[in-house]
Each structure stands twice: as structure tokens, then as C-alpha cells.
Nanobody
Framework: QVHLVESGGGLVQAGASLRLSCATS???????MGWFRQAPGKEREFVAD???????SYSESVKGRFTISRDNTKNTVYLQMNSLKPEDTAVYYC????????????WGQGTQVTVSS
């Protein structure tokens, strides 16, 4: 069974950096790992994902500032967030899309990121 636990969120000032971590268990090797976020009053949106060959994709709003990576030896996925902006404030969720499934079907509990101006 897939289990995801996010950590690393917090309150920072604009321009600062944070690194989110997603500890995983039960994730099949040929899975795609993703980060999503949901701001108050808004729908959840895609942030970044990474596949088993380390091919990555990003939303336009974070491209060039955020970096997704994975450490298979630690079963952990990271989201390095630099040059944070107040509009990056949201709950950030880790998710997994297992082989043969078209959607991200397993989610963590989320970690809050708040960026003050």
C-alpha cells in the first residue's frame, strides 16, 4: 500500500528558499511522483512531477525557481523552492501515479507553506 508523508513547510519571507520532502513507501518503481498545491479558495494545481528516469516537468508559474528530485535510496522525493513569492503560499501535497493509471491516485496529508511579503 502506498504511503506518503510530506514535511519541510513553514513560514518564510519573500525571496527565501524551502525544501519540501515526501517520504514514500509502497511506491512501485515505474511510478511518476508529483507535487501539487492548493491555496485558500482555489483549486488544487499541478506544480511539478518526475518519472523513474528523472524526466521532470513544471508548471509555468514555478519553472526556473522550483526543482523536483528523487532519491531512490531514501525513498524520498524533494521539492526545492527558491525565490519564493507570496503567491506560492499554499498547502503542498505529494502524490503518486502508479503504472497503468492515468491519474495521481495516492496523496499525502500536505504541508503548509506560507510566504510573507
Amino acid at each position: 500500500q502506498v504511503h506518503l508523508v510530506e514535511s519541510g513547510g513553514g513560514l518564510v519571507q519573500a525571496g527565501a528558499s524551502l525544501r519540501l520532502s515526501c517520504a514514500t513507501s509502497g511506491v512501485p518503481f515505474f511510478s511518476i511522483m508529483g507535487w501539487f498545491r492548493q491555496a485558500p479558495g482555489k483549486e488544487r494545481e499541478f506544480v511539478a512531477d518526475i518519472n523513474w528516469t528523472d524526466i521532470t516537468s513544471y508548471s509555468e508559474s514555478v519553472k526556473g525557481r522550483f526543482t523536483i528530485s528523487r532519491d531512490n535510496t531514501k525513498n524520498t522525493v524533494y521539492l526545492q523552492m527558491n525565490s519564493l513569492k507570496p503567491e506560492d503560499t499554499a498547502v503542498y501535497y505529494c502524490a503518486v501515479r502508479v503504472p497503468g493509471v492515468s491519474d495521481f491516485g495516492s496523496w499525502g496529508q500536505g504541508t503548509q507553506v506560507t510566504v510573507s511579503s
